[in-house]
Each structure stands twice: as structure tokens, then as C-alpha cells.
């Protein structure tokens, strides 16, 4: 991949697309362009800079050269920080990408959970997962937490969790759910 092309996309929209290796691909799309307090998207709401179009073609191009696609963004769409019109045009591109977009990451709400993408028709069949990660910052209520994502065929799975019971001598909070060893298909 051209360096300069990751530079003129950088400053375009914030937004790259990088291979590490071949039959795999990392998109970062910059989606603050969907943030409810963007007051500047009242001139474009659908798609300020070009970015979801831009999204297409580098999904187009990964479909067309097999590849598969983990997209990194900032708010979850869906988000009630993220507007309706940007969202649903994410929608509507993931569903048709479904095959190639195999993950999607995410941070800005501060809770760990992940949100099942259904396909744009029938509202149905699942197309898609996305991983909204927590935060560190102590922030609704929450306590400072953090995930490590390992995505990795061949990696041993496991879990760990700081217990403060026995440091402060009360039980404050518990693990809400972990994650289990899934057998290979």
C-alpha cells in the first residue's frame, strides 16, 4: 500500500485502511462525523466527509482481493450519541459486507457489551458483531475496567479479574459475566 494514500486519507476524514498481511485488513473509520454534539453535521448529516463512501470503496476493494475486515470506531452506532441517519447507512453498508466484515470494535459508552447486527431487510438474520470495550474511567457509575481483545486462532483462552474482596474486606462488585472456551467447530 502507498504511504501517501494512508496520509491523504489520514487528513481527509481521519480515517485509514492498512493490511498488516495478506487476506486480512484493519479499517479505522473516524466516526465522530455521527456524534450528536458534532454541531457542524447539521450542514451534512448522512456523511460529512465523504467517509462512509469512502468505507465502501475500501470494503469493495477488500471484497474483491478476499480479504477479511476488522473496522475500529470511536461511538457504537446505534449509539444515542451517534445520529440515526449515520447509523443507519453503517447498517445498511455492514449488511452488504457481511461476508467481509468479519469484526467491529468499539469504545465511547465506558460498559462492555456487544451488539449483534441484523441484516437491513428482514431486521432477522444476524450479518455481523460489534465489541464496544469499557473504560477506565470511572464514569456512570461504573467501575475502571478495560478488555484485551485477542483475536487469534491458535491463542489459549483465558480469563482474569481483580478480586478487591479481600483487600477491603466487602464484597463491592463481582465479575458480571466471563468469557468461556469455545470448542473448534
Not at 469504545?107 to 437491513?120: A, I, M, S, T
Request: proline share 6%; aromatic share 16%.
Amino acid at each position: 500500500m502507498c504511504f501517501s494514500y494512508l496520509i491523504a486519507t489520514v487528513f481527509r476524514c481521519a480515517a485509514y485502511s492498512y493490511s498488516p498481511y495478506p487476506g486480512f485488513r484493519i479499517i479505522s473509520v473516524n466516526n465522530n462525523y455521527c456524534n450528536t454534539l458534532n454541531f457542524w453535521l447539521l450542514l451534512n448529516a448522512t456523511d460529512p466527509c465523504g467517509g462512509l463512501q469512502w468505507l465502501i470503496q475500501e470494503l469493495q476493494a477488500a471484497e474483491d482481493k478476499d480479504e477479511k475486515v476488522h473496522l475500529l470506531l470511536h461511538i457504537p452506532p446505534g449509539s444515542s450519541s451517534c445520529l440515526k441517519a449515520w447509523s443507519w447507512n453503517f447498517y445498511t453498508i455492514i449488511s452488504r459486507y457481511e461476508n467481509t466484515v468479519v469484526n467491529q470494535f468499539y469504545g465511547h459508552e465506558h460498559r462492555d457489551y456487544f451488539h449483534v447486527f441484523l441484516d437491513d431487510t428482514s431486521f432477522r438474520r444476524p450479518t455481523g458483531v460489534g465489541f464496544a470495550a469499557p473504560s477506565v474511567t470511572p464514569y456512570s457509575s461504573t467501575s475502571p475496567t478495560f478488555r484485551i481483545y485477542t483475536i487469534d486462532g491458535n491463542y489459549k483462552h483465558s480469563s482474569w479479574f481483580l478480586q478487591h474482596d479481600n483487600l477491603m474486606k466487602s464484597s463491592l462488585r463481582r465479575p458480571e459475566y466471563q468469557n468461556r472456551e469455545v470448542p473448534p467447530a
